[in-house]
């Protein structure tokens, strides 16, 4: 970045973001400089959410099931039901959850006659644990349509903060 821009001139400062830790809010940086003397700071959200850190997990019918009952307990699971922007459509909710928010979706579990869709991903942080490993923190995701044009959203996770994030970027997707 030069150290002066002149006139209407630009620069372009590409930066690459790497999570420590697990978060619900996206991150933000400030933005500073002088013009003529004055300091001016600006602080502004980053483009990324929790889930661009997700990897999607295959796993099967049972093992989700069986990591899903391991998940229980109050600050695992985030749940909420949301009204639906548009006439329900699973294949869309299907193609945000796989591409969106990267989870590997759970086939055998659901139907499209039972209205729900299941997937599996992992958190990945850049902080190392004690085995010299990066930390990961998986991931599950439960979506049910209802007949009264809303989603069910229920989220589950070791840590809290990823199954809000989770949770509230499949909302904003569902909703517009």
Same mark, same amino acid.
């Given at each position: 970045?030069?150290? =002066?821009? &002149?006139? *209407? %001139? =630009?620069? *372009? !400062? %590409?930066?690459?973001?790497?999570?420590?830790?697990?978060?619900?809010?996206?991150?933000?940086?400030?933005?500073?400089?002088?013009?003529? #003397?004055?300091?001016?700071?600006?602080? /502004? +959200?980053?483009?990324? =959410? &929790?889930?661009?850190?997700?990897?999607? /997990?295959?796993?099967?019918?049972?093992?989700?099931? !069986?990591?899903?009952?391991?998940?229980? #307990? %109050?600050?695992?699971? =985030?749940?909420? /039901?949301?009204?639906?922007?548009?006439?329900?459509?699973?294949? %869309?909710?299907?193609?945000?959850?796989?591409?969106?928010?990267?989870? +590997?979706? /759970?086939? #055998?579990?659901? $139907?499209?006659?039972?209205? $729900?869709?299941? #997937?599996?991903?992992?958190? @990945?942080?850049?902080?190392?644990?004690?085995?010299?490993?990066?930390?990961?923190?998986?991931?599950?995701?439960?979506?049910? &349509?209802?007949?009264?044009?809303?989603?069910?959203?229920?989220? @589950? &996770?070791?840590?809290?903060?990823?199954?809000?994030?989770? *949770?509230?970027?499949? *909302?904003?997707?569902? !909703?517009g």
């Amino acid at each position: 970045m030069p150290p =002066q821009l &002149a006139g *209407k %001139q =630009q620069a *372009k !400062q %590409q930066i690459m973001i790497e999570a420590m830790a697990p978060f619900s809010e996206p991150p933000t940086m400030t933005v500073s400089f002088s013009r003529n #003397g004055t300091n001016y700071a600006y602080r /502004v +959200a980053l483009p990324c =959410q &929790a889930t661009s850190f997700m990897d999607p /997990v295959a796993v099967n019918e049972e093992a989700f099931l !069986q990591r899903w009952n391991a998940l229980e #307990g %109050q600050d695992r699971e =985030q749940q909420e /039901v949301v009204p639906a922007a548009s006439k329900l459509d699973l294949a %869309q909710a299907r193609e945000w959850l796989s591409t969106n928010l990267k989870f +590997a979706m /759970v086939d #055998g579990l659901d $139907s499209q006659a039972s209205g $729900s869709l299941s #997937g599996a991903a992992t958190y @990945r942080t850049g902080a190392v644990g004690p085995n010299g490993d990066k930390l990961s923190v998986g991931c599950l995701v439960r979506l049910e &349509a209802s007949d009264g044009n809303a989603y069910r959203i229920r989220v @589950r &996770a070791v840590h809290r903060d990823v199954s809000v994030a989770t *949770k509230n970027c499949l *909302k904003m997707l569902l !909703q517009g």
